[in-house]
């Protein structure tokens, strides 16, 4: 007997900007139940609501993940980073698009790049993963490159930007890229 079909699920969440930070920890339910297949968070000013929600529900159904915010501190996106890749969802998730405008926000000179990519190899499914960080740099190595197109054999898109206001940390060569994109689809 074959397993009743449930119904798939889209979720949209846009925070206004005179909104202020809403949930409460009683007001935090697990989503996974939802089977939801895609979540959008639009013109997101207060990430650590979202955040808690991630670090709370599975998604064990999630193909696609959207995530816009005026302002998140690389403090508060290497704990979207690490609540992301806990949920449930890696032989489904698909589609990754991460984008901080970082307005009003200066990160110090001297602080520590985002480093993303080891946080997203365990979605064997990944097709295109967008990552957008104004005033944070990304950090990417040759290394890291490799393994990530070694573990996304589906992968069609990656790109990432980060803030020319500061020095680029990766260390991709040009050898580094061929080779990696050897082993692309």
Not at 100 to 109: A, E, H, I, K, T
Not at 121 to 146: A, E, K
């Amino acid at each position: 007997m074959e397993a009743p079909l449930l119904p798939r699920y889209s979720s949209q969440i846009e925070q206004g900007c005179c909104d202020p930070p809403s949930l409460s920890k009683r007001d935090i339910v697990d989503l996974s139940i939802l089977n939801i297949t895609s979540l959008s968070f639009q013109d997101i000013y207060y990430a650590a609501d979202i955040i808690t929600v991630m670090q709370h529900s599975q998604f064990p159904s999630l193909k696609e993940f959207e995530f816009r915010a005026k302002c998140i501190s690389p403090e508060e996106a290497k704990q979207l980073f690490h609540a992301l890749s806990r949920c449930k969802a890696c032989q489904t998730l698909e589609e990754i698009t991460i984008y901080s405008l970082n307005d009003g926000y200066r990160v110090p000179p001297n602080s520590e790049p985002l480093t993303p990519i080891p946080h997203f190899l365990c979605f064997t499914q990944l097709r295109p993963l967008r990552l957008t960080f104004y005033n944070s740099c990304i950090y990417l190595d040759n290394d890291m490159l490799l393994q990530a197109m070694s573990t996304w054999p589906h992968i069609r898109t990656l790109e990432i930007n980060d803030s020319g206001d500061y020095a680029s940390s990766s260390e991709v060569s040009l050898r580094g890229l061929f080779t990696a994109l050897g082993l692309c689809p």
